[in-house]
């Protein structure tokens, strides 16, 4: 069978997973991540919603375009075969049928069963009746709780709650057709039915969401995200940087999807709607064939923000804690207003749609432009933005991109270009051209520099698997920054490329990767830009024994050369078994380091909805024991026990979470019951 391009990440995914097994999917999310910036909240949020998502597979033989468009190693023409197929073919019987749509690679589609299943239905009416939500709806409840077994400095004097991390979810779902939900989080420090939080939780989240309901595609309410375009203008989904890149080739996603994150930020709140038209409707002779979709989205949500002494905002923020008088007071200070409108045509290959967005600020952003690299970050109450972007996609050649404009007249556009000439080879290239004066509140979209704006550049990345065992990536991307940059006081660029290799003989899977970054920053004397060299490679063994053992062995390294030259590597090791109904993850890891620069990262196991990649430095010991079983028929039990002990220090961290101890112990307990 013919292969299309594969991700790296999914080298090591086990080669059988069901829907209802929510950890082999995170196999996937680990070899993604451990690449990009992990330190980005981004990781964080899309790890919830994958997570949601393995928990809540999707019906494929219900499922529309955008629910496919959901799942991030999916690309575009792999979407369009299976939708072609179910077309041709009706409902599919087994999932055994995925073998027949040529697109879909074999790691790909093992992956794929972990977040879908096969429901045979009969035609349902438009609007589904209170007694079948009633009897066939499904229920599910999962309360969190973290437990320190240390106090920091601000749990003595300064946090206006106690220490511990707590979170309760509530989802209902019929299908993909009916879903609801309401959360309710709190950070470790944030006061619980009191000083502010009169109404208990921190954060809330809520949100109902229909689909498939006659004209109406998609129907939301309450708080949800938004993807529109490439992310010039607007983008609440998925942003995985540049290994995802390579699976996804850049695709355009147009969609709405609800809002279950602990995230306090990048959600709209109000509603959103998605309309199927009449493609009568279009100005140009089109007859009646091809597809018109109408999006049309109104928000208003109170944010926070820092104020200036005259009432302006200087920065919106969003790590959303509240722990301290201080962090309360900037509590929900500025009410952001959105709206917008986006029209998508689609016919069988081309895909063509335009956005119109409005986002007006109660109080104007005014930041602090004294700061050189500060002069254009947004500034105002009112801001407007219009793009287009298209997409077309054949079996071996995928183009797409949007280009946008802000109020001012300053613009963004990026352009992906993909082609698979042979069926074991595939190559990507990518332009992007961000103006140092566009501004887009909204905007999330493929960047070196983590903003969209300025940034010029051009990544190429190549897939090349010689034959079955054996799969070879790279990608290179060079930006340039226009405007002066935080450390780089001037005109800079930098450099990133990576290359990787992944071989799977039977039950042994052997990786490694090199990644080389090189940035420009300014001198000590901030004179001259001085070019800052970051080495870091990977090594994995992993092992399926023939009695139900996994053994993942790990070993990273870093070479950071700015103005000294400092090394760290990491050796680790993890186990994963079943036994008795008892499911358990095992791990420890070495760590050692020269400084801060030469950080390393270690992705772990948690309870669901829990992201785990803990950043260290210096010298020390992690370790880790996670535990998970069926306690009744529908209560499930989750208990992960993490260790950090530091041998170069007796005080671990800074001002208000400074612990007066060289280590640090942590309980996660979850339970999760399901009706």
Known sequence: MKKRLLLVALLLVPVACSAQDDESWQEMFQRLSDVEDVESADWEENYEWLSSLATHPIDLNQAT??????????????????????????????????????????????????????????????????????????????????????????????????????????????????????????????????????????????????????????????????????????????????????????????????????????????????????????????GRKGTLLLTAYASCRPVDATLNADGTAATILTDGYHRTPAEMQKKHNLTQTDAGLHIDYRREALRIGATVAYTHLSRPLQPNTQTLYRRHYAQGSNFMNASIDYRYTTHRLSLSGETAIDGNGALATINALSFQPTSDFSIMALQRFYAYRYQALHARSFAEGGRVQNESGLYVGATWRPNRQLLLAAYTDVAYFAWPKYQASQSSYAWDNLLSAAYTARRWRLAGRYRLHLRQRDNAEKTLLANRMEHRGRLTLSHDTPWGVTLHTQADAAYVNNDGNDLGFMVSERMSSQLKGIKIDIGAGYFHTDSYDARLYLYERAPLYQFSFPMFYGEGLRCWLMARTDVLNRLTLTAKLGMTKYFDRSTIGTDKQMVMHSAMTDLDLQLTYKF
């Open 65 to 286: 375009r955008d629910d496919l468009e959901a799942l991030p190693f999916l690309t575009a023409q792999q979407v369009e075969d299976i939708m072609a197929y179910r077309y041709r073919h009706g409902e599919l019987q087994t999932l055994g049928e995925l073998q027949m749509i040529r697109s879909l690679d074999y790691e790909r589609r093992q992956l794929l069963q972990c977040f879908v299943f096969l429901g045979h239905q009969p035609a349902v009416p438009p609007l589904p009746r209170l007694d079948s939500l009633l009897r066939w709806g499904k229920h599910d409840v999962t309360a969190s709780l973290r437990v320190p077994f240390y106090r920091r400095e601000g749990d003595r004097n300064g946090y206006l709650g106690y220490p511990y991390k707590h979170t309760v979810r509530y989802k209902f779902h019929y299908g993909q057709r009916v879903r609801v939900g309401l959360l309710g989080a709190q950070d470790a420090g944030e006061p619980f039915f009191a000083e502010g939080n009169s109404l208990g939780y921190d954060h809330y989240a809520w949100y109902l969401m229909l689909q498939r309901l006659g004209p109406v595609e998609a129907l939301a309410a309450g708080q949800y995200r938004l993807s529109l375009g490439m992310g010039l203008i607007m983008n609440g989904g998925f942003n995985l940087g540049k290994l995802a890149t390579l699976q996804n080739l850049g695709r355009t996603n147009n969609a709405i999807r609800p809002n279950s994150s602990r995230m306090e930020y990048g959600y709209l709140q109000g509603g959103a709607v998605t309309l199927r038209l009449p493609t009568s409707l279009l100005p140009f002779g089109t």
